[in-house]
T-cell receptor, first 113, second 118 residues
Framework: DAKTTQPTSMDCAEGRAANLPCNHSTISGNEYVYWYRQIHSQGPQYIIHGLKNNETNEMASLIITEDRKSSTLILPHATLRDTAVYYCIVRVGGSSNTGKLIFGQGTTLQVKP | GAVVSQHPSRVICKSGTSVKIECRSLDFQATTMFWYRQFPKQSLMLMATSNEGSKATYEQGVEKDKFLINHASLTLSTLTVTSAHPEDSSFYIC??????????????FGPGTRLTVT
């Protein structure tokens, strides 16, 4: 599975949009981009995933560049409860998917009042 | 959303003893479960893949005789840390893959188990 690069930490003001970047320049055509987050001392929580089209759900939006070498997770109106470590993971999807998620170091997002 | 539970949430044991951690999928069937370990201020490290009805697949460097995994049913996987030592103290997290949710295929994580070996 392709490796990802994320900034170590980011700050965001409460109520503003949080934009978390992820580079995955070696991504293959059959690899999906997944985002999870982990609030302190809890298990990770699924946020969103996508292949090449932009995706939106009740939690966030995922913007994937046309060449798929990078993506951005957008939390439209960050709250203090969104303070967490955010992990961008790429892995193979479809029938050849082993299901394994390999976590990198992630981005620690601090939402400030 | 789907719920995965872990028991116990915290456990303290003496060096040399064994500890069993349970991971249950409460409202879905999971043919595959995963076990992770997380040390303070570090990311999650995948330890093994637990397959219902068959032997677990361990990641490189993980001792299969020390970390025994059993996945006897579609809703339960257990991790037993045998002859625990202080260096095994960590946060152990399981995840379960919904066998009937192939369309979305996200994994659901348990809340974790904090193991302290004294």
């Amino acid at each position: 599975d392709a490796k990802t690069t994320q900034p170590t930490s980011m700050d965001c003001a409460e109520g503003r949009a949080a934009n978390l970047p992820c580079n995955h320049s070696t991504i293959s055509g059959n690899e999906y981009v997944y985002w999870y987050r982990q609030i302190h001392s809890q298990g990770p929580q699924y946020i969103i995933h996508g292949l090449k089209n932009n995706e939106t759900n009740e939690m966030a939006s995922l913007i994937i560049t046309e060449d798929r070498k990078s993506s951005t997770l957008i939390l439209p109106h960050a709250t203090l409860r969104d303070t967490a470590v955010y992990y961008c993971i790429v892995r193979v999807g479809g029938s050849s998917n082993t299901g394994k998620l390999i976590f990198g170091q992630g981005t620690t997002l601090q939402v400030k009042p | 959303g789907a719920v995965v539970s872990q028991h116990p949430s915290r456990v303290i044991c003496k060096s040399g003893t064994s500890v069993k951690i349970e991971c249950r999928s409460l409202d879905f069937q999971a043919t595959t479960m995963f076990w992770y370990r997380q040390f303070p201020k570090q990311s999650l490290m995948l330890m093994a893949t637990s397959n219902e009805g068959s032997k677990a697949t361990y990641e490189q460097g993980v001792e299969k005789d020390k970390f025994l995994i059993n996945h006897a049913s579609l809703t339960l996987s257990t991790l037993t840390v045998t002859s625990a030592h202080p260096e095994d103290s960590s946060f152990y997290i399981c995840s379960a893959r919904d066998a009937g949710n192939k369309g979305r295929d996200e994994q659901y994580f348990g809340p974790g188990t904090r193991l302290t070996v004294t």
